[in-house]
């Protein structure tokens, strides 16, 4: 009789209420504008295996998770209050830090991703100065890793 638990299954990846609230949350970013483009689901990916130290695989499954859970989710909220009662305020910025980085993969910074972004932020209680210091210093980062590869 095969009747194992997901939790027992070698190739069954369990990750935390945390890991998908946040992927939950980067991808409500890549999503909101309606389109999401290769250059979104590729830094995604990337995001998440370096946040969570996983291989390129299992980003991809959780990436896929924090879909199916913001598909399903009624609002940010469910998503926010985990993330708040888990961590200290410079873990919240982190995580805002993360959303940066989604709204700025393709190039493009659309007023909803920039909502999202605001939203989560005070949700988690991140104030509005930090939230800004940190989109400077992601969009900074990006602009310099685009000039880098086009020289």
Aim: with cysteine; aromatic share 6%; hydrophobic share 45%.
């Amino acid at each position: 009789m095969d009747d194992l638990s997901v939790a027992e299954k070698p190739e069954a990846v369990i990750h935390s209420q945390k890991q998908l609230a946040q992927a939950a949350l980067m991808y409500h970013v890549i999503a909101v504008d309606g389109v999401i483009r290769d250059e979104e689901r590729e830094r995604l990916i990337e995001v998440l295996s370096s946040e969570f130290e996983i291989d390129e695989d299992e980003a991809m499954q959780l990436a896929e998770e924090g879909r199916d859970a913001e598909h399903e989710a009624i609002d940010l909220y469910q998503f926010t209050s985990i993330l708040k009662r888990a961590f200290e305020r410079e873990e919240c910025i982190a995580i805002i830090e993360n959303l940066w980085e989604m709204v700025f993969a393709d190039g493009i910074v659309h007023e909803m991703e920039d909502n999202v972004v605001w939203r989560v932020a005070e949700l988690l209680g991140v104030d509005t100065r930090e939230r800004m210091l940190v989109k400077q210093r992601v969009w900074k980062r990006t602009n310099n890793q685009e000039s880098a590869n086009h020289e």
